[in-house]
């Protein structure tokens, strides 16, 4: 089975919305995978994700339930096959920290959607509400980008 991570700076806002559309739309694809998240910050650990995050993302049906921030630590970088930043900051602050035989592993998600016209996921945690949404309409691209990829690579299914 595959496993990925998504991480952003303080997993209550992004990487939560993250996995919570990819687990549904892997599971809806018929992907069978482990799907976590988690931050390169440490501020929020133990909290659920951000309540704008959850409300935006349960307006499209998505599912926040169990969710809780955690850190990223250096054994993610063998657990996981893919670890996915959300912006370039998050991306250097993985790369920093991460065995030089696993720094492959680390890609920006929104490199999964090449036919939009931005490489990151913006952090919403200080705008309006506005932000999530968009978040939101990245992480589905990028999530079906990457679904597809995944499909055609049935030993990482
Ligand atoms: P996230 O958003 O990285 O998408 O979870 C943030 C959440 C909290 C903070 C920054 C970004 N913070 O500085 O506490």
Redesign the pocket.
Known sequence: MAAILFV????????PTAEAVFRKRARDAGLDLRIESA?T?G??RGEPP?PRARSAGETRGYNFEGQEARRVESNDFAVFDLVLA?DQRNFRDLQAVCPADSLEKINLFLDFAPHLTVSEVP???YGGTGGFDHVLDLVEAASDGLIAKLKHQPNKG
């Open positions: 952003c700076l303080g997993n209550i806002c992004r990487s931050g910050g501020w929020h951000d959300m952090d919403p945690y």
